[in-house]
């Protein structure tokens, strides 16, 4: 027995993430790196934070690679072999997604495949494009080939018609950058176009599985520097409300995704064995000193949710989190009253959710940048 399984087996889970799991919530690591994965920390956040799934994006590689040193046997078998910059980042970034997932089967398969996926995403610099975005989610596919991989897309307007396509040939899609709720109900009918899609094309439904990454802390960090500056402008009412437009937009999308169980099309889709689009809580990290440090995960507790934390917000609820039952079905009206008392008070929803969609793309393509930056850097060193 190695030192790693017999640890393993003495871990004890914690009761808050066993708690908060019991109350229908996956919890996901919002990290992945070599590092991490030679060292053996994510296997014992499996064991004793009861994670059950990892997400990436952009700026997580562009992280893991700045210390480069796990990655560089692999940058310099890529050099020998002539591999472009675009060529070596996929190889690289496949390579950490595939053991991810390899670690992660047990779960998957415990779970019959609720949980245990891994989540990999397209270049960003594809979110304005459709037929890029597809082309690149297939070959992600096969270079993982693995069944608990989801290919995040963004929620853009042409990320939609992805959506549906990737889902229509059977590949599971995690949707990744959603800020509105318009958007999301858009998202919700590209998921049911795709599984009616993947239906038509002979596949297994029950075996397609999706989430909807709806982000929470972006929010409260754009209407809370709105709001505080109006309180400083005479409207001391605002100050009353900052740390409130995360939590009501995300409860307001939770309800959006009970109305859309309530309908037939759906019904039909259940019939024949498919799975719902679970909403995920993304940007769960607490930006703000003021706020609780749990807030985004004690906040969000529905069934059939994910909650994707930053390791610090894990360990965080790990140490003091508390679960006291469902937190969002019952605060719909209060949700409601927030975002309009924010919006009487001159904040813009639409023009909101526009820039921090735009800002998303922007931060994962100056992160996709890095990355590329930091692996041709690698390949050049040996050339």
């Known amino acids: 027995m190695t030192d790693l399984q017999r640890t393993a087996d003495e871990a004890v889970q914690s009761p808050a993430t066993t708690a908060l799991a019991e109350a229908g919530v996956s919890i996901w690591l919002d990290d992945l790196s070599r590092t991490r994965l030679d060292e053996g920390s994510l296997e014992k956040l499996l064991t004793t934070r009861t994670v059950t799934g990892v997400t990436t994006n952009p700026s997580i590689f562009a992280a893991a690679l700045k210390h480069a040193d796990a990655y560089e046997e692999q940058l310099r078998e890529l050099a020998a072999e002539g591999a472009d910059v675009d060529a070596a980042v996929t190889a690289l970034t496949t390579t950490d997604v595939r053991r991810a997932c390899d670690l992660l089967a047990p779960v998957h398969e415990a779970t019959d495949g609720r949980d245990g996926y891994v989540s990999i995403e397209v270049d960003p610099r594809l979110a304005r494009d459709t037929a890029g975005t597809v082309a690149q989610a297939r070959e992600l596919a096969d270079a ?115 109305q859309a169980l309530d309908s037939e099309r759906w019904r039909l889709l ?66 409601d009253a927030d975002l309009d008392a924010i919006g009487e008070l001159g904040v813009s929803y639409p023009e909101l959710v526009e820039r921090l969609e735009t800002e998303g793309l922007q931060k994962f393509e100056d992160a996709w940048d890095e990355l590329l930056a930091s692996v041709r850097a690698g390949l050049d060193a040996h050339h």
Request: contains cysteine; charged residues 20%; glycine residues 8%.
């Open 144 to 258: 993982v080939d693995r069944p608990n991989l989801m290919v995040k897309i963004p929620a853009t307007v042409e990320g939609l018609p992805a959506i549906t396509e990737v889902l229509g040939a059977g590949i599971n899609v995690n949707v990744t950058l959603i800020f509105s709720l318009p958007r999301y109900r858009e998202v919700v009918n590209a998921w049911l176009a795709g599984l009616e899609q993947a239906r038509a094309n002979g596949h297994d439904i029950s075996c397609i599985h999706s989430v909807a990454s709806f982000f929470v802390s972006r929010v409260d960090t754009d209407v809370d520097a709105q709001l505080r500056d109006l309180a400083a402008d005479g409207h001391p009412e605002a100050a009353q409300l900052t740390g409130r437009a995360g939590l009501a937009n995300a409860r307001l999308a939770y309800r959006a995704f009970e």
């Open 270 to 335: 259940e019939a024949a064995g498919a799975h719902v689009q679970r909403p995920l809580w993304a940007s769960t990290g607490v930006k703000d000193p003021d706020l609780p440090d749990t807030l985004y995960v004690t906040g969000l507790v529905a069934p059939h949710t994910v909650n994707t934390m930053p390791e610090k917000t894990l360990e965080a609820f790990a140490d003091h989190g508390e679960v006291t039952g469902d937190t969002v079905t019952g605060a719909y009206d209060r949700a």
